[in-house]
């Protein structure tokens, strides 16, 4: 793990608690819930004495480690797709893509721009050869877009799921729509439930396939 680190170019203990492959080894908490894994103490710990000494710092090294929540996704293959709010239904596909997008606090514009061109190039339909080869927008499918802000649900203590790691609806509701833009400005059609309403959302999953993004890279 270090190896891989030191030849990427990390060079400084700073550079190598934000890299990528070391945050992985975290848990990653909302700032001010700061959490350190012993396990980058101990990567830390196999460098150069000053490494050992701020590995050993731990409470001044935590919040390092916290990372700002970024956009976060759930990605479902379809064979048909409704969202009804009330009753009456708002959007509707036949085959295409349910993508299901939590805004986190401290979000961007520009984070959900590079999620959704990540989306809608992701080669989840099949080919002539019947693999994952094509993506929405080569078989020309549609998207539903719905914004659930439980999929921050931080279930991690006690029953009640916390859901402070969601930017409040002020912040959320133009990146929403911003992310919705971006969608169709790549060139695909969407459908959309509306934001902060209660809705009934009713899919056909084909597959299964679902897919799991997040714009800061966790998974």
Not at 2 to 26: C, N, Q, Y
Not at 146 to 161: I, S
Not at 202 to 219: A, I, M, R, W, Y
């Amino acid at each position: 793990m270090r190896a891989l680190l030191l030849k990427g170019g990390v060079s400084s203990v700073e550079d190598m608690l934000h890299h990528p492959l070391t945050v992985r080894l975290a848990r990653v908490r909302i700032p001010g819930q700061p959490y350190f894994n012993t396990r980058i103490c101990r990567l830390l710990a196999s460098g150069p004495p000053a490494r050992r000494r701020i590995a050993g710092a731990r409470p001044a090294v935590r919040n390092w480690v916290t990372l700002r929540p970024g956009m976060r996704a759930v990605v479902q293959r379809v064979s048909r797709a409704e969202v009804r709010v009330g009753g009456k239904v708002i959007g509707q596909i036949g085959r295409g893509l349910v993508v299901l997008v939590a805004v986190g606090a401290g979000d961007t514009a520009e984070a959900g721009r590079a999620l959704a061109e990540k989306i809608v190039n992701l080669r989840v339909f099949d080919n002539d050869a019947g693999r994952m080869d094509r993506s929405v927008l080569e078989t020309g499918e549609s998207v539903v877009y719905v914004a659930p802000f439980t999929l921050y649900a931080d279930c991690l203590k006690g029953r009640r799921p916390s859901y402070d790691r969601a930017a409040p609806p002020e912040v959320a509701e133009p990146l929403y729509n911003s992310f919705l833009a971006s969608l169709r400005a790549l060139g695909v059609e969407v459908e959309t439930g509306q934001f902060q309403a209660m809705m009934e959302v009713e899919l056909t999953n084909d597959g299964p396939v679902t897919l799991l993004l997040d714009s800061e890279k966790l998974f």
